[in-house]
């Protein structure tokens, strides 16, 4: 079998060496960004793309209130960053981890590093949500549930908040009510060796899904848990594993991969994008070739934008919670202040830099110490018990 490093840019072989020989990314990581800028750049599109798509609903509002015509984001489905976010998630929990099935205390570690890393951010925000919405109902309009759906919403268990309405309290946070499903079921898959782990986790997430599709459950949960959605974290944990066997394509198949997967982010008239295909077909799959072309497709040249981008996606989690909290303020402050005096594209572009911007600010100043604080509390016990415990990686500690 020919060494799949020969395939290589030179400048990052040594980091790629460590992959290869060791099957752990984590400690080349800490010291070198090259492994994962790609997917970091994927991360930050990602991120974007969602605030893009809640900036032109925003729009809608102000066009109302200004008589500015409305910016008409219909051509792009924008919601295809959760999809991109997903399949991510699948990918760095396999490579991340892929030296630790099977072995003992793996599956502790990794649950509660995942909530160490999700949970503070998370419940701050979904905290000052609940603090602004009962301070300024008006601006943020988030409707207050039951105690039993504020609990819901920190203890990420669907539930219902309206009609036909499962979000918490945090509406976005219902992406992470599927994170935490994956991470619960990967870290059960963590107890078996990586084969049977990665058997196990596909056959229950296929099963799941297949519940959702052929029996319609009525109870909240059990609908929401089995929506086939859940097959794209399963559609990262096998690109992970391309990504691991050493498979590396150039740069011409790479596009390819990727504009085939620009089906998935533009609505056109076509039998992939028919409405009646379940997401997972429509803009999963889709998703699952962006994130395989990143992966497996030369790296970027480390020039500024793709560096900039880089840092931007180290803040991804914290653009997709923090977003909302800038993008209505700043809906309010348009219409008093600018009104009808320039297009509504440039509220969308203004917007989205705003947010990158504090969102770049909350992830040095509140969500890496944060999370570096919470880590090192709830990781002490686990270390203590243990003669070595596992390093956490950069991808351990900035991803979502």
């Known amino acids: 079998m020919r060494d799949p490093r020969r395939y290589l840019p030179r400048f990052p072989v040594r980091f790629y060496r460590k992959i290869l020989e060791d099957g752990d990314a984590s400690r080349a990581a800490s010291k070198s960004a090259h492994t994962l800028v790609n ?158 782990g990665v058997l196990w986790l596909s056959v229950l997430m296929v099963g799941m899904a297949l519940v959702g599709r052929l029996i319609d459950p009525q109870h909240v949960q059990i609908a929401f848990w089995t929506n086939p959605i859940i097959l794209e974290f399963l559609f990262g944990v096998y690109v992970a594993l ?80 923090v977003h909302p909290f800038i993008l209505r303020p700043l809906r309010a402050i348009w219409e008093k202040v600018i009104g009808a005096g320039l297009p509504l594209g440039l509220f969308v572009v203004f917007a989205t830099l705003v947010a990158a911007m504090f969102a770049k600010a909350l992830f040095r100043y509140v969500e890496r110490p944060l999370t570096s604080r919470v880590q090192g509390l709830v990781l002490r016990s686990a270390r203590s018990k243990q003669t070595a415990a596992a390093p956490l990686s950069r991808a351990d500690t900035e991803s979502a």
């Not at 099977?102 to 503070?120: D, E, Q």
């Not at 028919?274 to 998703?287: K, Y």
């Open 242 to 321: 391309i990504f691991r066997s050493g498979a590396r394509i150039g740069g011409g198949w790479a596009l390819g991969l990727a504009a085939i997967g620009l089906l998935g982010f533009v609505h056109v008239s076509t039998l992939w994008n028919d409405a009646a295909l379940p997401q997972f077909l429509r803009s999963g799959v889709p998703a699952a070739l962006f994130v395989l072309a990143a992966a497996i497709g030369p790296i970027l040249p480390q020039r500024r934008p793709v560096l900039w981008g880089v840092a931007l996606g180290d803040a991804s989690y914290s653009l997709y919670l």
């Open 39 to 196: 997917l970091q750049i994927l991360r930050a599109l990602a991120a974007s793309s969602v605030v893009v798509a809640h900036a032109l609903h925003e729009t809608g509002m102000l066009a109302a209130a200004t008589g500015r015509a409305v910016v008409d984001g219909s051509a792009w489905n924008l919601g295809f960053g959760v999809d991109i976010f997903f399949v991510l998630s699948g990918f760095i929990m396999t490579h991340t981890t892929a030296s630790e099935f099977g072995k003992s205390g793996a599956s502790l570690r990794f649950f509660l590093r995942r909530c160490a890393r999700v949970i503070p951010l998370y419940w701050l925000l979904t905290s000052v949500m609940l603090l602004g919405a009962l301070a300024a109902p008006s601006l943020l309009a988030v409707p207050i549930g039951s105690l039993s759906h504020l609990l819901a919403s920190y203890f990420f268990i669907p539930s219902g908040r309206g009609v036909d309405e499962i979000r918490p309290v945090l509406a976005l946070g219902w992406t992470l009510n599927y994170e935490m499903l994956f991470y619960v079921f990967f870290a059960a898959a963590l107890l078996l060796p990586i084969r049977l």
